[in-house]
Structures are given as C-alpha cells and as structure tokens.
C-alpha cells in the first residue's frame, strides 16, 4: 500500500513569491492534516480536514496562507507570498477513525523542505 | 511550559548499548505516540499506546499513565538507530483530538 505522497520534496523560491505543496493522502484515510516543521522543532498543525472540511485551521496564518481539500483526498498548501520566516519542512500526514470513533493512527509523508531567500 | 516534554535532548551512544528516552505531558491523554524522523527523511509511527508496553524487533514503549510518563528503548543499539525521535500525546478522543508534540532527541549512535 502506498503511504502519504508529498510533492515537491524540496522547493528553493525567493522571497514575496508564490509557492505549492502537494499532499495524496493514504486511500481511505477521511483526515488530512498540514504541519509545519522548523529546525529542531515538532512539527505544528496548520489545519486539518475531515474528508473536504477543515474542522482546525486555528493555527494558519490565514493573511498568506490558503489551504484546499476540495474532493476530500488531495490536498494543496498555498503561500502568497512566502516571507524568509517561511523556511521550513511542510509535512502532511493522513489517519482513519478508530471503531470507537477517535482518530488512529497518524501516517506521514516525506515532506517537502522550504528555502525562501 | 510545553504540554509534551522529552529528555535528553540529545543523545549519543555507542553500538550495542541499551537506550532509553524519556517522555512527560501534562495533559490527560487518550494515546502516545512514538515518531522517528531521519534526516531528511518523513515521519514514521513507531508506537501509538495508552497503557502498559509495546515491542516491535528492538524497540520498546511503555507508558505509565498515573505519573504521565512514557520511555522509549532502544535494545542492541545501531547506528542506523540514529534519528530523532519525537514523542506526541493525543490529549482526548473525539472530532477534536489531535496531536501535540514534543519537541523531539536527536540521538546518534557511533559505531
């Protein structure tokens, strides 16, 4: 079975320009999260969906960043535009609920790392 | 004060020792989670608990849910083993659940 895909894997962008992430979540899997991770950090949610609903975007900064899940599997991550405080790795990570109605599980991509110069 | 604590916060052994590392939250959880991440490389789930122990080849979790404390083994040391290594608490199942996290040890592991 295929994990979480996440294209690019890496993106180099100067600074005030637009960028897009990727993210192809594992089939099947209804949660959809974007996290941002900055050097010797945890990663930090940005938003997460329920198939195409964003159910917690409290943490992205909504004046430069957009996000959309519009059929409820992919999902792109949009900067505009990028600041050099924006260098960062952007995961996007995927789970299903258990039978009990709680989230399993979190399954993550490979990221995609962010230089804005 | 961090919800989700780790120590140390880095680590460096020596090939075939006994690792442990430690995790504390302050928050009632519903579940733990055990993350490693390889430089350069995504996350992988080692672990997901909420009671007692889990084993997986060299790796062991265990969680004690009275003192809000879980520890991370790592048996016969290898340096492949060298990633960071984060731990991340569910605080409460439901539609709103979602992971807090650590801030991650980065242990190294010489051959």
């Known amino acids: 079975e295929a994990g979480v895909v996440q294209s690019p894997r890496y993106k180099i962008i100067e600074k005030k320009q637009p960028v897009a992430f990727w993210c192809n979540p594992i089939?099947?899997?209804?949660?959809l999260y974007w996290y941002l991770q900055n050097l010797g950090q945890g990663p930090e949610l940005l938003i997460r969906?329920?198939?195409?609903?964003?159910?917690?975007d409290s943490q992205l900064p909504k004046d430069r960043f957009s996000a959309e899940r519009l059929k409820g599997v992919d999902s792109t991550l949009k900067i505009q535009p990028a600041e050099l405080g924006d260098s960062a790795v952007y995961l996007c990570a995927s789970s299903s609920r258990t039978h009990s109605g709680g989230l399993d599980t979190q399954y993550f991509g490979p990221g995609t790392r962010l230089t804005v110069l | 004060k961090n919800e989700v604590e780790q120590s140390p916060q880095n680590l460096t052994a020596q090939e075939g020792e006994f690792i442990t590392i430690n995790c504390s939250y302050s928050v009632g959880i519903s579940a733990l989670h055990w993350l490693q991440q390889h430089p350069g490389g995504g996350i992988v789930s080692l672990f997901m608990l909420s009671s007692g122990k889990k084993k997986h080849g060299r790796l062991i979790a265990t969680i004690n849910i009275q003192e809000k404390h879980s520890s991370l083994h790592i048996t016969a040391s290898h340096p492949r083993d060298s990633a960071v290594y984060i731990c991340?608490?569910?605080?409460?199942?439901?539609?709103?659940?979602?992971?807090?996290f650590g801030k991650g040890i980065t242990l190294s592991v010489r051959p």
């Open positions: 089939s099947g899997h209804n949660t």
């Open positions: 969906y329920e198939n195409e609903e964003a159910v917690d």
């Open positions: 991340a608490a569910t605080p409460y199942t439901g539609a709103n659940s979602k992971l807090t």
